[in-house]
Structures are given as C-alpha cells and as structure tokens.
T-cell receptor, first 114, second 113 residues
C-alpha cells in the first residue's frame, strides 16, 4: 500500500544551520507530495507541495524537489531560525478510488537553538 | 473567514463514557477526515468521508463512529469500546480530486480520567 518514510528525529540545530529532513514514498502511481508543519498544540499547516516529477515546491525559505527516480521529497532550508522549531510531516496523495486522501510520515521534530 | 473549526480544544472523559468531538468547515469541501495523533506515531486515519451521507473506515476505526449528515459537519464519537482513547484528534477537509491540499483544524486533546 501507500506509505511515506521520514528520517527519524528529533533534529536539533543551531540558528542559521542548514536543514535537511529526508522523505521517501512508495512509488505507486504519480502522487502529489506535500510537506506540512505543526507548531506546538496546533493543527497542521501546508508548508509546500509538488504535483509532478522534477517540480520544486518552496515557501518561507523551505524547498523540496519531487524526485521520481529516487522516490524522494527531501525538505531543505539554507538557514534555520528559532521560529522554525516544529514538527514536520511529509505526505503523499493516495491513488485509486481513494484519490486525494493523504498518507503521512511519522513526523520529524525540529528544535532550533539560538 | 473560511476555515475548519474543532471543538472543544480540551476534553476530559471518564472511563466507560462515550464522547463526541465536533468538526465544522465552511470551505465548501466535499471530503473530510479524522486523524489520531500519538507521540512518535504521526497521524493515523480513523474515518473519512468524500460525500454527504457516506463515509469509510480508515486504518484505526475500531472504537470510533462518525456521521456525515451535512456537508459542513463531520462529528467523531469516541466510544467506550476504544481501549486507549487519550490522544490528540485532528479533523481535516479537502476539495475532492487530485493535487489538492488538506486543511486542518486546531485539534482536540482528549484525556481519559
């Protein structure tokens, strides 16, 4: 079935460090891919998305490129801030009759220190 | 403002009681979802509905029930059959079709006391 695997956390970085959070997905069909962010005690917010191979999604300095050949959608940011501390979820769209339904990875906790 | 609203934000339940979590959206979305979030386990799908008066079980439906009588509303009942109900519950809505993002409510934290 559809699945998404994220790198295990938690990830702890100093401010202005480079961030990578790895995400790979099962290669059934050509799903849209998403990154969501969750701040403490809140729901999830869409961070960025990509709908086809080689698309790059970007928002707030974060980027992720849809890599069909490696079935990956790694999240990157060149210089993190304390305010980026949150939980990050990678997700893929389901296929078949459940089109649109999202399957999420387990989430990666990011903590950024001043 | 359009959005999705969950209530209450915090809920306490005694063992053996049923409790209903509210989810309302004014985004005119056809699809709605309920997820459960536990530490270190990500989001697990409980139930979803792609159209009024129809819904499907997700991965962990046992001990839960839902209804979808109106497009705007998708309440979740946590029954006494749910063995470990303490968790953070998230509701989401989405336009039907491909390549559409899901919009999430702020969540309800349920604690069994």
């Amino acid at each position: 079935g559809d699945s998404v695997t994220q790198m295990e956390g938690p990830v702890t970085l100093s401010e202005e460090a480079f961030l990578t959070i790895n995400c790979t997905y099962t290669a059934t069909g050509y799903p849209s891919l998403f990154w969501y962010v969750q701040y403490p005690g809140e729901g999830l917010q869409l961070l960025l998305k990509a709908t086809k191979a080689d698309d790059k999604g970007s928002n707030k300095g974060f980027e992720a490129t849809y890599r069909k050949e490696t079935t990956s959608f790694h999240l990157e940011k060149g210089s993190v801030q304390v305010s980026d501390s949150a939980v990050y979820f990678c997700a893929r769209e389901a296929g078949g009759t459940s089109y649109g339904k999202l399957t999420f990875g387990q989430g990666t906790i990011l903590t950024v220190h001043p | 403002d359009g959005g999705i609203t969950q209530s209450p934000k915090y809920l306490f339940r005694k063992e053996g009681q049923n409790v209903t979590l509210s989810c309302e959206q004014n985004l005119n979305h056809d699809a709605m979802y309920w997820y459960r979030q536990d530490p270190g386990q990500g989001l697990r799908l409980i139930y979803y509905s792609q159209i009024v008066n129809d819904f499907q079980k997700g991965d962990i439906a046992e001990g839960y029930s839902v209804s979808r009588e109106k497009k705007e509303s998708f309440p979740l009942t946590v029954t006494s059959a749910q063995k470990n109900p303490t968790a953070f519950y998230l509701c989401a809505s989405q336009k039907t079709g491909m390549n559409t993002e899901a919009f999430f409510g702020q969540g309800t934290r349920l604690t069994v006391v």
